[in-house]
């Protein structure tokens, strides 16, 4: 009986040395210690915010440390440091520049924007065999479980009664622009939400061309298909 008790005496004493370790800190919002935290908090900043006021002489030890010098770099240290000084851990972009590999939309979400898109707005991409199979394609993942493979408006989500029929291509919007075709897929619509995020401008566009084929606007090309009629790269055409 004593070994029993004597037993149980060191696994309490163990579980509540293992309970101070893990559970006390003096950090109020420290889990304690954790076993393998691996990657669960990034040592990194959260964008955009402070990390206070730096101090200069650190600014300039870390300048120096990457090969600038005092007396020759006093100038442009100097504008580094004011910039830095505040604190921020990243900065917002400069006014009017547009990030690598986006393009400028130039049209508003508005009813105004719509109808100019409508008019303006055109395919940028030649028109083959291959970026139309690519719309379909595309179509098939982003669009038809509510716009149905016809475009009837009759997908496998309105037939669940998830959403409410969106207007058909050979009906209502047979004669749909397609510059206000590809604006729905940027901003969304209605019940649409924007696919912007999603499907990139080309990608878009050669939806755009799939969905004439379904309003029954496209002929066949004037060739098949080949390399030589590949999309070129990502841009929006404006009508002049």
């Given at each position: 009986?004593?070994?029993?008790?004597?037993?149980?005496?060191?696994?309490?004493?163990?579980?509540?040395?293992?309970s101070?370790?893990?559970?006390?800190?003096?950090?109020?919002?420290?889990?304690?210690?954790?076993?393998?935290?691996d990657?669960?908090?990034?040592?990194?900043?959260?964008?955009?915010?402070?990390?206070?006021?730096?101090?200069?002489a650190?600014?300039?030890?870390?300048?120096?440390?990457?090969?600038?010098?005092?007396?020759?770099d006093?100038?442009?240290?100097a504008?580094?440091?004011?910039?830095?000084?505040?604190?921020?851990?990243?900065?917002?972009?400069?006014?009017?520049?547009?990030?690598?590999?986006?393009?400028?939309?130039?049209?508003?979400?508005d009813?105004?924007?719509?109808?100019?898109?409508?008019?303006?707005?055109?395919?940028?991409?030649?028109?083959?065999?291959?970026?139309?199979?690519q719309?379909?394609?595309?179509?098939?993942?982003?669009?038809?479980?509510?716009?149905?493979?016809?475009?009837?408006?009759d997908?496998?989500?309105?037939?669940?009664?998830?959403?409410?029929?969106?207007?058909?291509y050979?009906a209502?919007?047979?004669?749909?622009?397609?510059?206000q075709?590809?604006?729905t897929?940027?901003?969304?619509?209605g019940?649409?939400?924007?696919?912007?995020?999603?499907?990139?401008?080309?990608?878009?566009?050669?939806?755009?061309?799939?969905?004439?084929?379904?309003?029954?606007?496209?002929?066949?090309?004037?060739?098949?298909?080949?390399?030589?009629?590949?999309?070129?790269?990502?841009?929006?055409?404006?009508?002049?």
């Amino acid at each position: 009986m004593n070994r029993i008790f004597k037993y149980i005496g060191k696994i309490s004493l163990v579980a509540v040395l293992a309970s101070g370790m893990f559970a006390c800190t003096s950090d109020p919002n420290s889990p304690g210690v954790e076993y393998m935290p691996d990657m669960y908090r990034s040592p990194s900043y959260e964008t955009y915010t402070k990390k206070g006021d730096l101090d200069s002489a650190a600014i300039y030890e870390r300048l120096e440390g990457k090969g600038y010098n005092i007396e020759t770099d006093a100038v442009e240290m100097a504008a580094i440091y004011n910039l830095l000084k505040g604190g921020n851990t990243s900065f917002l972009p400069a006014k009017g520049t547009v990030a690598e590999g986006f393009l400028p939309f130039p049209y508003a979400n508005d009813t105004t924007g719509y109808a100019k898109a409508g008019r303006e707005l055109k395919n940028p991409l030649h028109f083959s065999d291959t970026v139309l199979a690519q719309g379909k394609e595309l179509f098939e993942i982003f669009c038809d479980h509510c716009h149905g493979a016809k475009g009837e408006g009759d997908g496998k989500m309105v037939q669940n009664d998830k959403f409410p029929a969106p207007p058909s291509y050979t009906a209502a919007l047979k004669d749909l622009p397609e510059g206000q075709i590809f604006f729905t897929m940027h901003y969304g619509k209605g019940m649409m939400g924007s696919h912007a995020s999603q499907i990139s401008q080309k990608e878009r566009w050669k939806i755009v061309y799939y969905v004439q084929s379904l309003q029954g606007k496209l002929a066949k090309p004037t060739a098949s298909d080949s390399s030589s009629v590949a999309a070129p790269a990502d841009s929006l055409q404006v009508k002049k």
